[in-house]
């Protein structure tokens, strides 16, 4: 079984989300702020062989370590798609490479809807607008990885993409 793992943090680099998504059973999971343990994390992945990421291994694996104390490398086999793309002269951030690959998405993470932005909006003003817009941020991270997944395995040729299956949708909070 594979997860696809997407995380944001704050200005100060404090986990603020952490996003699943788990293949085999559908489930869509965001762990947020206070909601953010160990305990969750670890049984979130139950049954997970290998973790998906976009440079995650530089970035939200060691920012997972450092905020709870576990090593994901060490326990779950890491799958960075960033590399994946490198080795098919797909250069830069997430966001390239979706315009590349022609993978859509509503949320930019630019401007007012930058990640740390929103979560500043909402721990400071409470506001929901703000969350609400972070955790769709971090949606569409996640679901465009398995997105991207596919595109690399299928050589780029693949042009129509149907919706990831969503099957359960969990948030802690």
């Not at 949320?107 to 930058?114: K, L, P, V």
């Not at 595109?151 to 969990?170: A, T, W």
Request: hydrophobic share 35%.
């Amino acid at each position: 079984m594979r997860a696809y793992l997407d995380i944001e943090t704050s200005f100060s680099n404090e986990l603020t989300v952490i996003g699943l998504y788990i293949t085999d059973s559908g489930a869509l999971i965001q762990m947020v702020g206070g909601g953010i343990s160990l305990d969750g994390l670890v049984n979130c992945l139950s049954g997970v062989k290998a973790i998906y990421t976009y440079n995650g291994n530089r970035f939200d694996i060691p920012t997972i370590h450092r905020s709870l104390g576990i090593n994901l490398r060490q326990s779950y086999e890491s799958c960075d798609l960033m590399y994946d793309c490198w080795k098919n002269n797909l250069k830069g951030g997430l966001k390239a490479v979706e315009r590349t690959l022609g993978i859509t998405r509503n949320i930019f993470g630019r401007g007012e809807d930058d990640p740390r932005i929103l979560w500043r909006r909402y721990r400071l003003h409470k506001s929901l607008d703000a969350l609400e817009r972070l955790l769709e941020y971090n949606r569409e991270d996640i679901l465009n990885l398995v997105l991207l997944e596919k595109r690399l395995k299928d050589g780029h040729k693949c042009k129509d993409f149907c919706e990831v299956p969503i099957n359960s949708y969990l948030r802690f909070i």
